[in-house]
């Protein structure tokens, strides 16, 4: 099986604010265009930041979204989600908030009330994932992924565990559902434990390093912090950690398709573009209270 070449390492860049509540580098279309991403079309991720104690929850107020899926993954912290399809609910460390913005929603994430008047340590991947065209207009859905139902399976020679949250790993599948072939783990690792993984050659695949450091195909370094993204030359690669390590690994079917985005919306076409600004200027989202 040919080795998957390393087509690019990126730090973090400057980070800025998505509301007052979400610190985040953005790493996609930050580091390639949402073509060569395809089907992830956007990726924002919250390094490790502390927010202080507060009676008002920071956050995102409501807006909205159109033709894709919002994935909030939780590595510190707590968010509250609601929208306007009656989807909603509270992530912790571990969770996975799945939403189907499809036809269209109403939005809004918040740090958890009681998370919040405490304060502490936040960490969060937000990723937008594209919808085919023959789903962009299918009905809004929610998937809450505890982590309890994650599906977790312990590597060899106590090297770690790979969690699951979308797509299969040795024929074994995670809980979320998905519009198209998605692949979506947490690789944890200890200090010295390796790896292996294969994704078709045409899959668009990266990974993110939520904590500490690795050595990607015995030489190259990834740092925490860092996006990596691979060639399609290949199929395999290999992590090795040079410490306790969590790797976000994305791997994805590309749908090939025209890509129309402004805002808040990804659709095909300008015109649909259009008739998205137009159905939320006539309140065709629904109503999601402030």
Do not use: C
């Not at 604010?17 to 060569?36: A, E, L, Y």
């Not at 919040?116 to 009905?139: I, R």
Request: glycine letters at 10%; hydrophobic letters at 35%.
């Amino acid at each position: 099986m040919k080795t998957r070449s390393i087509e690019k390492v990126t730090p973090p860049g400057s980070p800025h604010f998505v509301g007052d509540g979400f610190r985040v580098h953005n790493f996609i279309p930050g580091t390639s265009t949402m073509k060569r991403m395809d089907p992830f079309i956007m990726m924002d991720y919250n390094s490790k930041f502390n927010f202080p104690p507060t009676d008002t929850p920071k956050g995102v107020g409501v807006h909205p979204h159109r033709g894709f899926e919002t994935v909030t993954i939780a590595y510190k912290g707590r968010v509250e989600h609601g929208d306007s399809a009656g989807g909603g609910g509270i992530i912790g460390e571990g969770d996975v908030q799945w939403m189907t913005a499809a036809s269209g929603v109403l939005h809004k994430e918040f740090h958890e009330t009681e998370w919040s008047k405490k304060g502490g340590e936040f960490q969060m991947v937000q990723l937008w994932v594209n919808l085919p065209a023959k789903d962009k207009m299918s009905p809004p859905k929610y998937q809450a992924i505890p982590n309890h139902e994650m599906l977790n399976i312990a590597l060899p020679n106590n090297a770690g565990e790979i969690e699951v949250i979308a797509g299969a790993y040795e024929g074994k599948k995670g809980p979320a559902s998905t519009f198209s072939p998605i692949n979506m783990y947490n690789v944890k690792l200890n200090k010295g434990g390796k790896t292996q993984l294969s994704f078709p050659v045409h899959y668009t695949t990266a990974l993110v390093m939520i904590e500490g450091d690795a050595i990607i195909n015995e030489s190259t370094d990834a740092l925490q912090d860092h996006f990596v993204m691979f060639g399609n030359d290949g199929e395999s690669f290999a992590i090795e950690a040079k410490s306790d390590a969590i790797i976000l690994v994305l791997s994805g079917e590309p749908l090939n398709e025209p890509i129309a985005a402004q805002g808040p919306f990804v659709m095909n076409t300008r015109e649909e573009l259009m008739e998205a600004f137009q159905d939320f200027n006539t309140g065709k989202f629904g109503y999601l209270e402030a």
